[in-house]
C-alpha cells in the first residue's frame, strides 16, 4: 500500500509539473521565435505526437505482462525480447514517416517551394523525426521500470528533460539569443536525451537484464501477443489523438500558423487542466467499478467534490491566457477568450464524464468505447471540415463541442443501462447550486474581461476575490489541508 500511494503521488505531481512547465516553455517559445514560426512548429510536432502516441498502449499492455505473477524466467525474457524488437521495428517505420512527412508536410501547411521557409521546415521535420526515436525509447525504458513497481522513479527522472528545456529556454530569452525553429527543437532533444541517460542508468539499477534484438520464432510469437494486448485500447485512443494533428493542418491551410499558435495555447491550458482532474478521478471510480449498483453513488460523490473546483481553473486559465495575450504576446485576445470559452464547454464535459468512461474500461466495455471514439472522431472531422474554412477557429471549437455532446451522452446513458439505477444527483449536489452559480458567472467575467482589455485591476481583484471566496467552502480544499497537515 505505501508503494500504491508513493506512485500516486510521483504521478499525480509529475503530471502537475509537465502541464506547467510545459505551458512555461510554449510562452518561451512563442517569444523566441514568433506567433508565425511557433504555429508551424505545433502543427509538425503534433503529427510526431500522434506517431508517439501509437507505441503508448503497446507499452502500457508490455507493463501489464511484466508485472503478471507468471511472467518469470523464459517468460520474462521473451517479453523483454519481444518489446525491444517492436522498438526497434517503430523505430523503422518512424524513419519511412518521418521522410514522407519531409516531402509532403510543407505541402499540406501551403508553404511554397523551394524558399527559406519551406528548407527550415523540412530541417525541422528531420530533427523532429531524431526527438521522437528517442521519446520511443524513453517510452520502452520507462515501462520497463514501471514494471518493478517503480512508477515513482520513471516519473521523478522523467521531470529533468523538461527543467533542461525551460533553463536552456529561459537562458535564451533573458540574454535576447536569437533562436531558429530548428534550434528550439534541437533544444527538445536536449531534454528527451536527458530523460533518456537518466532512465537508462535507474533501469540498470532495478533491472540489470540486457536488452536483446534477435528475433527468434517464440520471440515474434510474444510480440504479436503484445500487440494484439494493445490493440483495441491502442484503435480506441486513435480516434481522439489525431484530431490534434487534423486541426493544426487544417487551421495552417485555412486561417494561417497565428490561429496554430493560438489553438496550442489555449489547448495546453485545456488539457492541463483535464490531466489533473483525471487522475483524481482515475482513484474515486476504481471502487465503483467493481459493483454496478455503485456507480452511480460513486459517480455523483465525485463531481459534488470536483464540480465546481473545475469551473474555478477553468476561470483562472481565462485570467492567465488573457495576461499572456495582452502582456506577453501579440494575438488576437478575443480569438483566445473566445475560442477557449468554447472549448471549456467540451473541456467540462470530458472531465464530468471520466469517472463513469474509465469504470466501463474497468468492465471491459472496450467495443462500445471503440465504437463511441469513432463515432466522436467522425463528428468531429465533420463539423471542423465543414466550418474552419467559413468561421476559422472558433469553427475547430465548435468540433470538439459537438463531438463532446454525442460523446458525454452516448457513455452516460451506457453507464445507466448497465447499472440500472442511477439516482442521487440532487442529494450530492444539494447546497453546490449557489457556488456553480457563482463559478459559472466569474468564469464568464474572466473571458469578458480578458477579451476587453485585460488591464482593470478592479475588475481582476473582484474575479479573484470571488474565486477564493468560493474556494474556502470548497470540501476539496479541505482534504487538501488535512493531508498536509494545516487543518485537523
Known sequence: M??????????????????????????????????????HVATVLALFVLYLSLNSSIFTALVVKLMAPDAVGEKHSVLLASSSIFSVMSLAVLVLVTFLLREFAPRLMSIESGNILDLEIRRVILLMGLLTAIQIVVALHS?????KGRLDLAMKWQLVGPTVVLILLAVFFFARISITTSDYVIVLCAGVLTDLCLLWLVKRRVMPERLV???????????????????????????????????????????????????????????????????????FLHLGSQDKEAVGPTFFRVLALVGVPVLMFHA????????????????????????????????????????????????????????????????????????????????????????????????YARC????????????ALRGQRLRYAMAVALFAAAVL?????????????????GLAAIAVREPMLSILLQRMGFKS
Not at 505505501?2 to 512555461?24: K, T
Not at 487544417?250 to 492541463?272: C, E, P, Q, R
Open 2 to 39: 505505501p508503494a500504491l500511494f508513493r506512485n500516486a503521488s510521483w504521478s499525480g505531481a509529475a503530471a502537475a509539473f509537465r502541464a506547467a512547465s510545459g505551458l512555461i516553455n510554449a510562452l518561451l517559445a512563442i517569444r523566441l521565435l514568433g506567433v508565425v514560426d511557433y504555429g
Open 143 to 147: 515501462a520497463l521500470i514501471e514494471s
Open 213 to 283: 534484438y534477435r528475433p527468434t520464432r517464440k520471440r515474434l510469437e510474444g510480440l504479436v501477443h503484445l500487440l494484439r494486448s494493445g490493440g483495441v485500447l491502442q484503435a480506441t485512443s486513435l480516434m481522439g489523438i489525431f484530431l490534434e494533428p487534423l486541426n493544426k493542418l487544417l487551421l495552417n491551410h485555412y486561417v494561417g500558423a497565428s490561429a496554430v499558435t493560438i489553438y496550442d495555447l489555449a489547448m495546453k491550458v485545456i488539457w492541463g487542466i483535464q490531466y489533473l482532474f483525471g487522475a483524481a478521478m482515475r482513484v
Open 316 to 411: 483562472l486559465g481565462a485570467l492567465f491566457l488573457s495576461w499572456a495575450a495582452h502582456h506577453w504576446l501579440t494575438i488576437d485576445a478575443t480569438q483566445l477568450l473566445a475560442f477557449f470559452a468554447i472549448a471549456t464547454l467540451s473541456n467540462l464535459g470530458m472531465i464530468y464524464i471520466t469517472p463513469l468512461y474509465i469504470s466501463l474500461i474497468g468492465r471491459g466495455e472496450l467495443h462500445f468505447i471503440f465504437r463511441s471514439q469513432a463515432i466522436l472522431a467522425i463528428t468531429n472531422v465533420v463539423v471542423t471540415l465543414a466550418l474552419i474554412p467559413y468561421v476559422g477557429l472558433i469553427g475547430a471549437a465548435f468540433g470538439l463541442l459537438a463531438a463532446t455532446i454525442y460523446n458525454v451522452s452516448a457513455i
Open 416 to 427: 445507466k443501462s448497465i447499472s440500472g439505477k442511477f439516482d442521487g444527483l440532487d442529494a
Open 449 to 465: 474581461w480578458g477579451i476587453k482589455d485585460g488591464s482593470g485591476l478592479i475588475g481582476l481583484l473582484v474575479i479573484l476575490l
